[in-house]
């Protein structure tokens, strides 16, 4: 884990606290099934958060894509499986999709050389 | 297969020899990628289809969908797996994907009863 | 109500009992949120179909817009409150609005027209 | 002209009287710049018709892709400049540019066939 | 106010001036109505707002949602108002809205302690 | 040229090299289209980088219009035509626009400074 990923998670953590603290039950209720649709079913975990990775890239939501690399990475989404997923995100987003394709390629990068899974 | 199918490809087909024989080069490699990503590689081909439909379900384009959708029939993508696929775009794309994920569902299930697939 | 508005909501209801039926709890969890969200809170109902009614248009999904036009008229909001709307959406969401803020327009025309609400 | 355009324009103007007979003055300001935007500059206003064709295709507006199609047609932009244009939108945009660039060369090629531009 | 807020504010007002000093009278006209379609009219100022900010969400802009939520808090917007409104930004625009949601709550959190709002 | 813009171009460099040496010919596809479709043709090169700008502008991709305001001024686009293309962007792409019409703008003047085009 890199110290970034930490600082992500740690803002992450803090300002979902105060959005469920805050907000109503509908905030409540989303989060929650923001959870539930990546839990393993019919699709295996892994694949429903590389779901979840190209949705977010072709959507082009950075915080989104760190997000759903390092979930990738935790299920032991393997590099070719992420490098076609995010080359099918290019072609439906096009060019602009490009930035946050090279961002995710060095997340991935750096979890896999501290992982060792390189 | 529907009538309302035979006339989406038919109409796709006649478009694309337009475009293809009009636009320049970049036109006709854009297509050829835009076939080639769906093919089969680490990831299985009716995956990749799933992630072209996600991704076209969040963008909202309508043609996509109808396309990925037939696509994801063709490949033998099982119900429980769309619906479960479809739940993923919901989830990120938010209310505005609902009149997508329900034309959708109205033509998977359209061809899943011609195709006696169910 | 005008026929089309009959239409609209008939087509509306019988796919969103195929999408409730088939899809799984994830589907059912969303559209139940999607509902409650414009409950009278502090916030009065009305107000709430305005924010919808903006959201949609500036996202351009044409039936979201139907829907929250409808809404719109049942609640009771005023014309001059809807074009006020409107014109919110139309500046933060540019020229790429207009197609929808006129569709919108002649729906909410028939309806006062209809309902005499004028 | 094809009797399609005769429908876009009719349909077109009838609703853009609506709008801006019950709309306050945002709607007319709006509506001016949205015109005045496109008049000949420092840029020549064909180049600026192509702008808003681009625009108006990666951002996936049907009306306005049929709307500036039709103006590069009247401005007399060369069917090699109006291919280009679009290659750019498709690359920038990705696959769901796809079915608005088939309908704006469909339309495009019917217009050139009715006006002997060919 | 906290200094992030002074130097947002300082930041955009510089580059403003800069725009409007270099662009042309399409620039000058568009900034103009950008003010004035969120003055008092039928609805309240404060609601006005509410819907510039709900629209800003869900198309994503971080300055934008920034802004606006400066402006609420300065309307005198409720904290049960803003999270009302926010929510159905979270449910219209999805988990892609979540990011912004996040950051949004956060900004109006030290704006009420800094004013004392609570 | 700026600080910021090597360091800008220093980092697209290292990262495009990763994502194609880790990608598959999709990516290098892809990245090679993405080269070309900016190439002089019957348009001229120059005013494919204003489509270019225009495309990346409405589409709210910082990283782009930060690529399409460098090239532009490469390619000697003058500061006129540079404004009439950014504000066919903010009336078809509404006030989202705006900061990213306000980075550009101050790039743009940055640039014409250092290189003594003003």
């Known amino acids: 884990m890199t110290n970034a990923t930490d600082d992500f998670h740690r803002e ?15 905030t409540k209720r989303f989060f929650n099934i923001d959870t539930q649709v990546y839990d393993e079913g ?3 975990g892994r694949f429903k958060e590389l779901l979840g ?7 082009r939501c ?18 070719e499986e992420f490098y ?3 080359e099918v995100a290019l072609v439906v ?7 946050h ?11 896999q050389r501290k992982g060792g899974r390189q």
Chains 1, 2, 3, 4, 5, 6 share one sequence.
Do not use: F, Q
Not at 62 to 73: K, Q
Not at 93 to 99: C, D, E, M, N, T
């Open 53 to 59: 990775l190209v949705a977010s890239t072709v959507l």
């Open 12 to 26: 992450r953590e803090e300002l979902n606290e105060l959005v469920l603290s805050r907000g109503g039950k509908i």
């Open 42 to 44: 019919r699709l295996p």
């Open 101 to 111: 394709y090279r961002r995710a390629a060095r997340l991935w990068d750096e979890l």
């Open 93 to 99: 987003g096009g060019s602009v999709v490009i930035p």
């Open 62 to 79: 950075e915080d989104c894509v760190t997000y759903h690399v390092l979930r990738c990475s935790e299920e032991g989404v393997e590099e």
């Open 84 to 86: 076609e997923a995010m």
